[in-house]
């Protein structure tokens, strides 16, 4: 049988990453948390992308190190470009959506008021 540790569960620290426009990387978080950004090299092989790795793990200091595994991902992106143009498309999407759930809703009400007459 195992015992449940009673102690309340850890709060978790958020980190806020932004992928700037320029290619800059700016980190956010609270002073206990240590960020380290790195560049991967990109390579056309399997065999080379093994040495990218390698890389990787020999410039980390070790406390990096030990948290440097795939079930440690906690978030994975990808670098775009966004303009405000597409901004102000993504925003005309959702004002469609929305407008568009609200129209549902009053249907299915008239619906279901003309089911009860």
Request: hydrophobic share 40%; proline share 3%; net charge negative.
């Amino acid at each position: 049988m195992q015992i449940k540790s009673l102690s309340p569960p850890r709060q978790r620290e958020a980190v806020l990453v932004v992928l700037n426009a320029d290619g800059s990387v700016d980190a956010f978080a609270n002073d206990n948390v240590d960020v380290r950004v790195v560049n991967a090299i990109h390579c056309e092989t399997a065999a080379g992308e093994v040495s990218a790795e390698r890389l990787i793990e020999q410039s980390l200091p070790r406390r990096f190190l030990d948290v440097d595994f795939p079930g440690n991902r906690r978030a994975i992106g990808m670098v775009e470009k966004i303009t405000v143009d597409d901004c102000w498309q993504r925003a005309t999407e959702v004002d469609l959506c929305e407008t568009l759930d609200r129209i549902r809703l009053v249907n299915e009400k008239k619906e279901s008021v003309a089911c009860l007459v």
